[in-house]
Nanobody, 122 residues
Framework: QVRLVESGGELVQTGDSLRLSCVASGSIDSINAMGWFRQAPGKEREFVAAITWSGDSSFYADAIKGRFTISRDNAKNTMYLQMNSLKPEDTAVYYC???????????????WGQGTLVTVSS
């Protein structure tokens, strides 16, 4: 079993930056990819970004491309999401996921954290 714990969500203003963290523990030897999803109030969950366990490859949803950066610190078993130029529409609960394969549907069906709330005020 893999345990994922997110942190870093808070209330910020439009244009601010924020960095989310996700620490992985447990049976992480089976993990080859991690990712971020988000779910805004009243909306469906959506993919945000993904990265390989080694950190050598990543991809992003078009909605956040150029503003968000996903990264990893292998020594700390931690994944990050650096979010810049935040907008009110970025308000959501952000979830960390992990999976054996570097594919969105694999991450959707993989391990999930409990989520961290990001609120962007206008």
């Amino acid at each position: 079993q893999v345990r994922l714990v997110e942190s870093g969500g808070e209330l910020v203003q439009t244009g601010d930056s924020l960095r989310l963290s996700c620490v992985a523990s447990g049976s992480i030897d089976s993990i080859n990819a991690m990712g971020w999803f988000r779910q805004a109030p009243g909306k469906e969950r959506e993919f945000v970004a993904a990265i390989t366990w080694s950190g050598d490859s990543s991809f992003y949803a078009d909605a956040i491309k150029g503003r968000f950066t996903i990264s990893r610190d292998n020594a700390k078993n931690t994944m990050y999401l650096q979010m810049n130029s935040l907008k009110p529409e970025d308000t959501a609960v952000y979830y960390c996921t992990a999976a054996e394969k570097f594919e969105v549907y694999e991450l959707e069906g993989g391990y999930w954290g409990q989520g961290t709330l990001v609120t962007v005020s206008s």
